[in-house]
């Protein structure tokens, strides 16, 4: 009887462990998942700062030539540190939504900065289209919808 007691006991100690690491799991990768985003934001300050001092330190050019390489690089840095908010506003609010402005930010700075080749533009279209078709009819239907089901309750 003793035994089967402490056997009780034991595996009642074992699901209180089990049941507090379920709980406290979560809760540690969300404040890493927080830091990440701060990190993120640092980078895109850091990276605001080095676009400042790129676009100062070589002045206007004189050839178009030049002005085009320089508006290039210029414009793919900005992108980049778009995608980097992006990016930390994804793991602060964790929508959908945020995934979707994601993609939309890459490929645009693709489709500005590295396309070469006239079938990279039809797949940057394609994938762009396909993601205004997510957005609206699987997204935005999907709130819509929660948001009745709220309203009747």
């Known amino acids: 009887m003793l035994e089967k007691e402490s056997n009780h006991n034991e595996v009642g100690k074992k699901q209180r462990i089990n049941n507090k690491f379920i709980r406290v799991v979560p809760e540690l990768l969300h404040w890493l ?8 934001v640092a980078v895109v300050l850091i990276g605001v700062v080095y676009l ?3 676009f100062i330190a070589t002045g206007f050019p004189d050839e178009l030539a030049e002005f085009s390489e320089m508006f290039e690089n210029i414009l793919s840095a900005l992108l980049l540190l778009v995608v980097g908010v992006e ?7 964790r929508r959908p939504e945020s995934l ?5 930010f890459v490929i645009a700075r ?20 396909a ?3 997510i957005d609206k009819y699987l997204v935005t239907e999907k ?7 709220t309203k009747k309750q």
């Open 110 to 129: 693709k489709v500005l900065i590295k396309t070469h080749h006239v079938y990279e533009l039809i797949i940057a279209v394609a994938a762009m289209g």
């Open 143 to 149: 709130l819509i919808g929660s948001k009745k089901e």
């Open 100 to 104: 979707i402005e994601i993609m939309f």
């Open 33 to 40: 998942e927080v830091v990440l985003a701060f990190c993120a």
């Open 87 to 93: 990016l930390a506003i994804m793991l602060c609010l």
């Open 52 to 54: 400042f001092k790129m």
């Open 131 to 133: 993601l205004f078709a």
